[in-house]
Every structure is written in C-alpha cells, then in structure tokens.
C-alpha cells in the first residue's frame, strides 16, 4: 500500500533507471570488447561480460582483466578434513580506448562465494568438484556483474 507513494516520491526526486533507454549507460551496449581470460573462470567471466555489454562489432573500449582466484578452507571435521571452501575473486582491470592512449579507467573488483565438499561415503568426488564448478560459476557471474556496474556508472559520469 506504501509502494505506490514510494515510487511516486521517487520518480518526483530525479530517480532515473541507470540503464534506461537513451541514457549513457545503454548506450555502451556493443562498444567495450573483453579480451580473452585465461581459465575456465575466466571463459565464464568474459561470456558474461560479452553478454552484458553486448557484442562488441566496432568497439571504442578494450577491456583487459586480471583474474586471481584463491580458495580457502573455512570449516573443519573432528578429524582435520576440510568440509567448506571460500573462493574469493579478484579481477583487476583496465579499460582503454580501442584507438590507444591513457586508461579511462583502472579498477578492481572482489567477490566471494563457497562451497560444501562433505567427507562421506555417501557423497562422491564427482559431487564435490560439481559444487566447485558452481560456486566458479557464481563468482564469475558476480565479478562481472560488478564490472558492467562500475563500466555503468563510470559512463553516467560522463568520463568515457
């Protein structure tokens, strides 16, 4: 029942969606190329880059990136077999004119996700490096869905 005045008193205060039709934003769709990443991370975070900011036929930007991935034991059995794994991402990245010159941009971006590899003869091998394979899905797609937001708002700006 508050929803309605709360979107009213948002659309009367300048609130404007930041991928709206005509603003900078959509207007980067199809002009950043992703250049290729290493690893199977790094396929999975450069297609889902590719399909965010669209393909890139005659590009203004390249996007190059730095992928690190780091997996951390966070939980212990009674016997010392580690049950539950973070994996943090970091993709350090760069975004310069297609035609050359000085960075538009220098950024870096961190996710963390995790995964349960129980120890048991119940659970295979198989099913843990599935869970792995998931949660390497979910940080790719994490990472780059917080690239596109800096490449968003870095062109609301007006910088690029």
């Known amino acids: 029942m508050l929803l309605l005045p709360a979107l009213m008193a948002l659309g009367a205060c300048g609130f404007a969606p930041l991928y709206g039709e005509g603003t900078p934003a959509a207007a980067m769709n199809g002009q950043v190329t992703v250049d290729v990443i290493e690893g199977e991370a790094g396929f999975l975070l450069r297609e889902r880059l590719t399909e965010r900011l669209g393909p890139a036929e005659d590009p203004a930007y390249r996007l190059a990136i730095d992928l690190t991935l780091r997996q ?11 049950t539950r794994y973070n994996v943090i991402g970091t993709a350090a990245f760069a975004v310069t004119p297609v035609d050359g010159g000085p960075p538009v941009l220098v950024d870096e971006v961190r996710a963390i996700t995790g995964y349960s590899a129980p120890e048991s003869s119940a659970v295979s091998a198989f099913a843990a490096l599935a869970a792995e394979r ?4 979910r940080l790719a797609a994490e990472l780059a869905d917080r690239i596109v937001l800096r490449l968003a708002l870095l062109a609301e700006d007006g910088a690029a």
């Open 72 to 82: 951390v034991g966070v939980a212990l059995t009674q016997q010392n077999v580690t």
């Open 134 to 137: 998931a949660a390497g899905q």
